[in-house]
């Protein structure tokens, strides 16, 4: 089973601030990656796949990134809705399809 | 609009099984895959089945072989996930997600959530 560890676990920023959340496989998920925001009361919502492509109605301030076992997901300047749990999501080798802990985004 | 309404919550005592349905509107049932996720309180995501429409093949996490039934009813374009000899650690929110699963494998739809809780 491909293990998806992220980091941090807890990002303080600031609306306006540049985010940038991480992603690391136990072994190469190739280009399998996916994004996922969550708010409280919510089911997840898809914003990256394939590692770098924005799903529908994603604005262009969310960007991923990386390769193989490391990946990030960039937020290049903060919107107050933004701050949310993010999880990263593969699945290459599969089943199982696997997620990642989760990164808490909190306001600073 | 795609939409995957799923049925209510549930209440069940340990060893009991529990069965949640998603229905799909708003597409062509066999467009995607769809999969279930849970949730448990306070805690990440967890996939635990996957299943094709078409033709009704499954995938299941090893942790739930033989614990675990998905299912589909293509005349009511409906997704079921059985979970039997339920415990405490099964108390999560269980979603259905949808979405392609060629190449790389995502949900890009969800339903709402059904919570069920297991306590004696």
């Known amino acids: 089973e491909i293990v998806l560890t992220q980091s941090p676990a807890t990002l303080s920023l600031s609306p306006g601030e540049r985010a940038t959340l991480s992603c690391r496989a136990s072994q190469s998920v190739s280009n399998f990656l996916t994004w996922y925001q969550q708010k409280p009361g919510q089911a997840p919502r898809l914003l990256i796949y394939?590692?770098?492509n924005r799903a529908t109605g994603i604005p262009a301030r969310f960007s991923g990134s990386g390769s193989g076992t490391d990946f990030t997901l960039t937020i290049s300047s903060l919107e107050p809705d933004d701050f949310a749990v993010y999880y990263c999501?593969?699945?290459?080798?599969?089943?199982?399809?696997?997620f990642g802990q989760g990164t808490r985004l909190e306001i600073k | 609009q795609v939409q995957l309404v799923q049925s209510g919550a549930e209440v069940k005592k340990p060893g009991a099984s529990v069965k949640v349905s998603c229905r799909a509107f708003g597409y062509t049932f066999t467009s995607y895959y769809l999969h279930w996720v849970r949730q448990a309180p306070g805690q990440g995501l967890e996939w635990m089945a996957m299943i094709n429409p078409i033709g009704g093949d499954t995938r299941y996490a090893q942790k739930f072989q033989g614990r675990l039934t998905m299912t589909r009813d293509t005349s009511t374009s409906t997704v079921y996930m059985e979970l039997s000899s339920l415990r405490s650690e099964d108390t999560a929110i269980y979603y259905c997600a949808g979405g392609y699963c060629s190449g790389d494998c995502y949900f890009d739809f969800w339903g709402q959530g059904a919570l069920v809780t297991v306590s004696s």
């Open positions: 999501q593969q699945r290459a080798n599969w089943p199982p399809i696997t």
């Open positions: 394939d590692t770098s």
